[in-house]
């Protein structure tokens, strides 16, 4: 049973940084991409980042490339997410999610539909 627990999450002015924490288990991760996602009130959830475990490579979405960068760490079976240069409008809830069998792929999915297991999701919130 994979298990994703979100964490890193708050408050920050306009400009900011944040770093989100994802802590994976029950599975090893080596075959799999883990991606981060964001969904605001009223919105469709959003691809931000994706990375694939066993190499490190990593795509970032146009919207966050260049502020935000996802990253991991094998030997804690942690994800993260870097986020500087914050804006109101990254405003959102933030989920972990992990895509199985994808691992050595070249190309990057970015659909929700395609990640299977999800975490509980973690508020960021930046004023302006």
């Known amino acids: 049973q994979v298990q994703l627990v979100e964490s890193g999450g708050g408050v920050v002015q306009a400009g900011g940084s944040l770093r989100l924490s994802c802590a994976a288990s029950g599975r090893t991760f080596g075959s799999y991409t883990m991606g981060w996602f964001r969904q605001a009130p009223g919105k469709e959830r959003e691809f931000v980042a994706a990375?694939?475990?066993?190499?490190?490579?990593?795509y970032h979405a146009d919207s966050v490339k260049g502020r935000f960068i996802i990253s991991r760490d094998n030997a804690k079976n942690t994800l993260y997410l870097q986020m500087n240069s914050l804006k109101p409008e990254d405003t959102a809830v933030y989920y972990c999610?992990?895509?199985?069998?994808?691992?050595?792929?070249?190309?990057?999915?970015?659909?929700?539909?395609?990640?299977?297991?999800w975490g509980q999701g973690t508020q960021v919130t930046v004023s302006s």
């Open positions: 999610a992990a895509d199985p069998g994808t691992g050595f792929d070249y190309s990057f999915r970015y659909r929700a539909y395609d990640y299977d297991y």
């Open positions: 990375i694939k475990w066993i190499t490190g490579r990593t």
